[in-house]
T-cell receptor, first 111, second 113 residues
Framework: GQQLNQSPQSMFIQEGEDVSMNCTSS?????WLWYKQDPGEGPVLLIA?????ELTSNGRLTAQFGITRKDSFLNISASIPSDVGIYFC???????????FGKGTTLSVSS | KAGVTQTPRYLIKTRGQQVTLSCSPI?????VSWYQQTPGQGLQFLFE???????NKGNFPGRFSGRQFSNSRSEMNVSTLELGDSALYLC????????????FGPGTRLLVL
């Protein structure tokens, strides 16, 4: 079945640093989503992207829908300790079909 | 608006038993999806219901089943539990029939002994 390759698997950074993570797919997606999951909780939707080339921001977070429609990236600027968690990308290739999730990027921030 | 709620939050069962998990979507959302999350496999799609009908199904054995009620609340059932069924079971609801933007509940942590 379809798979999303999310990288890096984990990151250890200092508070204040910028972070970048990305997802790639072997097939085209029409929608890309980015979620964050805190321990013991369900994933929380951060950013949704619906159009190739689209660049969307949510506070210190910025995500882009790749122009090939096979990739997406998420940037976090000026990281803070509460950014710690697991970040997931998810894609949908057709309306009404199930989302496919990446394996996640675990972010650790030291102050 | 209240978020997605799932009950129970934690559950311990033994092999061979069955379990039923419940999910109440965000008010007005008609699509409910279920996922299994494990450290090794990540988030894996189980099934999705829309207007009481199963619309999509993932690659899980028939021991995993679900249903949706007329008020959009959903339940999933796992029969003949196996050790490998230990996982966080997440429910997500979507306001759209296209299912693209999903909002997750906190999950039910199931431990099978």
């Amino acid at each position: 079945g379809q798979q999303l390759n999310q990288s890096p698997q984990s990151m250890f950074i200092q508070e204040g640093e910028d972070v970048s993570m990305n997802c790639t797919s072997s097939s085209i997606f029409n929608t890309w989503l980015w979620y964050k999951q805190d321990p013991g909780e369900g994933p929380v939707l951060l950013i949704a992207l619906y159009k190739a080339g689209e660049l969307t921001s949510n506070g210190r977070l910025t995500a882009q829908f790749g122009i090939t429609r096979k990739d997406s990236f998420l940037n976090i600027s000026a990281s803070i300790p509460s950014d710690v968690g697991i970040y997931f990308c998810a894609g949908q290739n057709q309306a009404g079909t199930a989302l496919i999730f990446g394996k996640g990027t675990t972010l650790s921030v030291s102050s | 608006k209240a978020g997605v709620t799932q009950t129970p939050r934690y559950l311990i069962k033994t092999r061979g038993q069955q379990v039923t998990l419940s999910c109440s979507p965000i008010s007005g959302h008609r699509s409910v999806s279920w996922y299994q999350q494990t450290p090794g496999q990540g988030l894996q799609f189980l099934f999705e219901y829309f207007s009481e009908t199963q619309r999509n199904k993932g690659n899980f054995p028939g021991r995993f089943s679900g249903r949706q009620f007329s008020n959009s609340r959903s339940e999933m059932n796992v029969s003949t539990l196996e050790l490998g069924d230990s996982a966080l079971y997440l429910c997500a609801s979507s306001p759209l029939a296209s299912q693209e933007t999903q909002y997750f509940g906190p999950g039910t942590r199931l431990l099978v002994l």
